[in-house]
T-cell receptor, first 113, second 117 residues
Framework: AQSVTQLDSQVPVFEEAPVELRCNYS??????LFWYVQYPNQGLQLLLK??????LVKGINGFEAEFNKSQTSFHLRKPSVHISDTAEYFC???????????FGEGTQLTVNP | GAVVSQHPSRVICKSGTSVKIECRSL??????MFWYRQFPKQSLMLMAT?????????EQGVEKDKFLINHASLTLSTLTVTSAHPEDSSFYIC?????????????FGPGTRLTVL
């Protein structure tokens, strides 16, 4: 079984500041890792994913994440946020080759002017 | 990109009634669809995995007689909440797998907000 922990439930930042949303996971098997974004009353949109290869993954909207196997982490970063980045962000895992997603609790990113 | 729709987007019903939520893949055939439930300020919890032409696989703790899932075609899965109660009020989200995409790829619908009075 897998589990995902997002260490911050809420992250307030000012516009144009850098941000890091933290995610740690636990699994007895190798996993794929994902970050999704959810805007109010909407479904999820994939930001980026790590399947294999380079541990630094670049996604949409200027986001990137780094897979750290030794620390079992997959933190999401953006060097300069915009107001429009305000949303809920979910980290998720699935066993390698699988499709059953396990989600973290979510982090509410609020970008203030 | 692939599009998944849900209908209705919002529904309000009285306690004791049944509500059907539809999930459609609009431009691909989805052999597998997933149903999630999301409480306010909480994460998505997988309720069941729906495979076309076969019975759904429910997660532990999810009542299969209460949450009826039908995946009768490659583009449509339905979730029926039977005898709904206020505690069933939640945001229900479906996702779909395109068999022509890698197995890690899921396309999410916009969600259905269910309010049971």
């Amino acid at each position: 079984a897998q589990s995902v922990t997002q260490l911050d439930s809420q992250v307030p930042v000012f516009e144009e500041a850098p941000v890091e949303l933290r995610c740690n996971y636990s699994s007895s098997v190798s996993v794929y890792l994902f970050w999704y974004v959810q805007y109010p009353n909407q479904g999820l949109q994939l930001l980026l994913k790590y399947l294999s290869g380079s541990t630094l993954v670049k996604g949409i909207n200027g986001f990137e994440a780094e897979f750290n196997k030794s620390q079992t982490s997959f933190h999401l970063r953006k060097p300069s946020v915009h107001i429009s980045d305000t949303a809920e962000y979910f980290c998720a895992v699935t066993p390698t080759g699988g499709s059953r997603l396990t989600f973290g609790e979510g982090t509410q990113l609020t970008v203030n002017p | 990109g692939a599009v998944v729709s849900q209908h209705p987007s919002r529904v309000i019903c009285k306690s004791g009634t049944s509500v059907k939520i539809e999930c459609r893949s609009l431009d691909f055939q989805a052999t597998t669809m997933f149903w999630y439930r999301q409480f306010p300020k909480q994460s998505l919890m997988l309720m069941a995995t729906s495979n076309e032409g076969s019975k759904a696989t429910y997660e532990q703790g999810v009542e299969k007689d209460k949450f009826l899932i039908n995946h009768a075609s490659l583009t449509l899965s339905t979730l029926t909440v039977t005898s709904a109660h206020p505690e069933d009020s939640s945001f229900y989200i479906c996702s779909a797998r395109d068999p022509n995409s890698p197995p890690d790829t899921q396309y999410f619908g916009p969600g259905t907000r269910l309010t049971v009075l």
